[in-house]
């Protein structure tokens, strides 16, 4: 019965990591309803954010700022996000893809490529294929907070001040549902006027208080700071629903590993014990 | 009394988003009470409070310790900070963003291995694949 204990052995160490996979599904559930609350909570501000940005662009205002104003691309900026842990799916994986995709149209274009990478995962990707880049934040928790994102951002935004880019890219995750989260590319800079609507046709301008470019200095920088905060919860809420679906079939799989096993174990122990028989009864005979 | 929609959102949350019938602002050169119909006006806030006065005696108060105020003759934003943000804390956060990542990167030569790169990206999606077939299975 030395096959018997091998098989049985095989089932028990099955048997642990499907309770291993399904106490992580437990948790990702549990943490992905917390994080999708957050996702949800944090929305109006983007959107409001967004609402001024709009109505900024159509305000007839003597300062341009340098945020709106569209130059010669010969070098991006791109701030991506990924998860610091990974058996989350094929969240970062599909993530990568893209970015890979869009870093080789940029080469092919003659257009340099710098990167500002949030999450582990992506700085150890994009690190180890030799990628440039310039920034990156990792360990952002399951509750990441703006402040470990102003370096980034900042970083970025000085960049494009100085002229070192010429635009700003955020590439992250955007949840559609439990089941799908589609990895998106978003332009942040330069805001073109054109290619927003606000629904206002007449010419206006804003009372500004202290003066034009420091308000719109601060609320520009608020803005990309919004866009990017909101990736970054929404990528923590993509972590999570991608490692509980993940899981989920994990523990399926397993479950149908262990039905196999247990069918074989059976087979041979039954193979066993008709054998024995055999043999005991083809002896009796004989005597 | 005319009314002025007024929203006030933090990075983290919404905190208040209604009809009211003036809305009190610590605007950067001093206080400011907006009613209904107010002119076009932006300006960044000091750390205060914005005061909300609705069924025209009622006020309630609110926090900030900094933000954008935006005014659109019948809507008002307020993007409120609850964190204390100063310029040289910004600068500090790029400088170590920066940092970690020069740490992280030993070899700078900026050439993307796309051939590496697809490499290890086929080998997770073949495990991922795998998976999937197994699941069919």
Known sequence: MAAGKEIRNQIASVKNTQK??????????????????????TRPYAQ?????????????????????????????????????RGLCGGLNSNLFRLALARLRDWEHQGVEV???????????????????????????????????????????????EQGNIDAL??????????????????????IKAEELDA??????????????????DEMLQRYVEALVYQGAVENVACEQA?????????????????????????????AAITQELAEIIAGAAAV | MTTIHVDIVSAEREIYSGLVDMVFAPAELGEVGIGSHHAPFISKMRPGEVRLKVNSHEELPFFVSGGILEVQPHVVTV??????????????????????????????????????????LAQAMQQLRLLEKYRRK
Not at chain 1, 20 to 41: F, G, L, N, P, Y
Not at chain 1, 244 to 269: C, F, H, P, W
Request: net charge neutral; with cysteine; aromatic share 6%.
């Open chain 2, 79 to 120: 993007l409120a900070d609850t964190a204390v943000r100063a310029h040289d804390i910004d600068e500090a956060a790029a400088l170590e963003a920066k940092h970690s990542a020069e740490e992280a990167l030993a070899d700078r030569s900026g050439k993307i291995d796309y051939a590496k790169a697809q490499a290890e």
């Open chain 1, 169 to 190: 890219y955020l590439l992250s995750n955007v949840f559609v549902n439990t089941m799908t989260q589609r990895p998106t590319l978003e332009k942040m800079l330069p």
């Open chain 1, 20 to 41: 291993i996979t399904r106490a992580m599904e437990m948790v990702a559930a549990s943490k992905m309803r917390k994080t999708k609350d957050r996702m949800t909570a």
């Open chain 1, 199 to 216: 629904g206002m046709k007449h010419h206006w301008d804003y009372i500004y208080e202290p003066d034009a470019k420091e308000v719109l």
């Open chain 1, 48 to 84: 409001k954010a967004a609402q001024i940005i709009r109505h900024i662009a159509h305000a007839n205002s003597e300062y341009q700022h340098p945020f709106m104003q569209a130059r010669e691309l010969r070098r991006v900026g791109v701030i991506l996000i990924s998860s610091d």
């Open chain 1, 114 to 160: 710098d990167l500002c990478v949030v999450g582990q995962k992506a700085a150890a990707f994009f690190a180890q294929i030799g990628a440039r880049i310039i920034g990156q934040t990792t360990h952002l928790g399951d509750t990441p907070h703006l402040e470990d994102l102003i370096g980034v951002i900042k970083l970025m935004t000085d960049n494009y």
């Open chain 1, 242 to 270: 991608a490692r509980m679906v993940a899981m989920k079939s994990a523990s399926d799989n397993a479950g149908t590993a262990i039905k196999e096993l247990q069918l074989i174990y059976n087979k041979t122990r039954q």
